[in-house]
C-alpha cells in the first residue's frame, strides 16, 4: 500500500511539474511570438520609410535637375530674345550690309537649332537616367522586402509548430494525469474492498472486538497467534 501511495505520490509531482513547465514553455513562446510579429512590424515600417526617404531624395534631385533644366530654358529665352535683337538691327542694317547680315542671321539660326537641339537631348536624358535609377531601387528594395517577409513568415511558421506540438504534449500529460487519478482511484477501492473483506471474515470467527477497526484486530490477533 505504502509503495503504490509513494509511487502515485511522485507520479502526481512529476505531473505537476511537467504541467507547469509546460505552462511556462507556453507563455514564453507566447511572448516569442509577439516580440517577432513587433519585430516585422519595426523591419516593415523601417524598409517602407528608407523607400520613402529615397523617393523623397530622388524627387529632390529631380527638382534640382529640373531648375538646372529651366536656367537652360532661361538662356534659351535670353538667346531668342537676342536673336530678335538681331533680326531687328539686320532689318535696319539690311540696305547696307545685306550679304553680312544674311550670313550672321543664318549663323544665329543654326546656333539656335543646335541649342534647343542638345537642350532637348539633354531632358530626355535625365529624364531617362532618373526614370532608370528609380526603377532600379524600387525593384531592390520591393526584393529585399519579399526576402525578409519569406524569412519571417518561415520564422513564425516553425513557432506555431512549437506551439502547437507543445499543445499536444499537454494534452498528453493530462491524459496521462487522468490515468493516474483512475490508477489512485482504484487502488482506494480495492483497499475498501479488501478492508471490508478482512472484517467480515474476522466477524465470522469472532475474531473482531465491537469498537475496534478490523485492522487493529487483525495485528492483535496475529500477535495472539505468535
Same mark, same amino acid.
Given at each position: 500500500?505504502?509503495?503504490?501511495?509513494?509511487?502515485?505520490?511522485?507520479?502526481?509531482?512529476?505531473?505537476?511539474? %511537467?504541467?507547469?513547465?509546460?505552462?511556462?514553455?507556453?507563455?514564453?513562446?507566447?511572448?516569442?511570438?509577439?516580440?517577432?510579429?513587433?519585430?516585422?512590424?519595426?523591419?516593415?515600417?523601417?524598409?517602407l520609410r528608407d523607400v520613402l526617404m529615397e523617393?523623397?531624395?530622388?524627387?529632390?534631385?529631380?527638382?534640382?535637375?529640373?531648375?538646372?533644366?529651366?536656367? *537652360?530654358?532661361?538662356?534659351? *529665352?535670353?538667346?531668342?530674345?537676342?536673336?530678335?535683337?538681331?533680326?531687328?538691327?539686320?532689318?535696319?542694317?539690311?540696305?547696307?550690309?545685306?550679304?553680312?547680315?544674311m550670313q550672321l542671321k543664318?549663323?544665329?539660326?543654326?546656333?539656335?537649332?543646335?541649342?534647343?537641339?542638345?537642350?532637348?537631348?539633354?531632358?530626355?536624358?535625365?529624364?531617362?537616367?532618373?526614370?532608370?535609377?528609380?526603377?532600379?531601387?524600387?525593384?531592390?528594395?520591393?526584393?529585399?522586402?519579399? %526576402?525578409?517577409?519569406?524569412?519571417?513568415?518561415?520564422?513564425?511558421?516553425?513557432?506555431?509548430?512549437?506551439?502547437?506540438?507543445? +499543445?499536444? +504534449?499537454?494534452?498528453?500529460?493530462?491524459?496521462?494525469?487522468?490515468?493516474?487519478?483512475?490508477?489512485?482511484?482504484?487502488?482506494?477501492?480495492?483497499?475498501?474492498?479488501?478492508?471490508?473483506?478482512?472484517?467480515?471474515?474476522?466477524?465470522?470467527?469472532? %475474531?473482531?472486538?465491537?469498537?475496534?477497526?478490523?485492522?487493529?484486530?487483525?495485528?492483535?490477533?496475529?500477535?495472539?497467534?505468535?
Amino acid at each position: 500500500m505504502n509503495y503504490m501511495q509513494k509511487k502515485t505520490s511522485r507520479r502526481q509531482t512529476t505531473i505537476i511539474t %511537467l504541467s507547469d513547465q509546460n505552462q511556462k514553455e507556453i507563455y514564453d513562446l507566447m511572448q516569442s511570438k509577439q516580440r517577432m510579429l513587433g519585430e516585422f512590424e519595426d523591419k516593415k515600417n523601417a524598409v517602407l520609410r528608407d523607400v520613402l526617404m529615397e523617393k523623397e531624395n530622388l524627387l529632390a534631385k529631380t527638382k534640382k535637375e529640373l531648375e538646372d533644366l529651366q536656367e *537652360y530654358r532661361n538662356l534659351q *529665352y535670353e538667346q531668342a530674345s537676342r536673336i530678335k535683337e538681331l533680326e531687328k538691327e539686320v532689318s535696319i542694317m539690311r540696305g547696307k550690309h545685306s550679304d553680312s547680315i544674311m550670313q550672321l542671321k543664318s549663323r544665329f539660326l543654326k546656333e539656335k537649332r543646335e541649342y534647343l537641339h542638345d537642350a532637348a537631348s539633354k531632358v530626355v536624358a535625365m529624364a531617362k537616367e532618373a526614370n532608370q535609377e528609380a526603377s532600379q531601387c524600387l525593384t531592390e528594395h520591393t526584393h529585399r522586402i519579399k %526576402l525578409e517577409n519569406r524569412r519571417l513568415r518561415h520564422q513564425l511558421l516553425m513557432l506555431i509548430q512549437q506551439t502547437r506540438a507543445l +499543445h499536444e +504534449h499537454k494534452d498528453k500529460l493530462l491524459d496521462q494525469r487522468r490515468q493516474l487519478q483512475m490508477e489512485q482511484q482504484y487502488a482506494r477501492d480495492l483497499k475498501t474492498l479488501r478492508s471490508s473483506r478482512q472484517h467480515k471474515v474476522l466477524k465470522s470467527f469472532g %475474531l473482531l472486538d465491537d469498537g475496534k477497526p478490523a485492522m487493529e484486530t487483525t495485528i492483535e490477533t496475529a500477535d495472539e497467534v505468535a
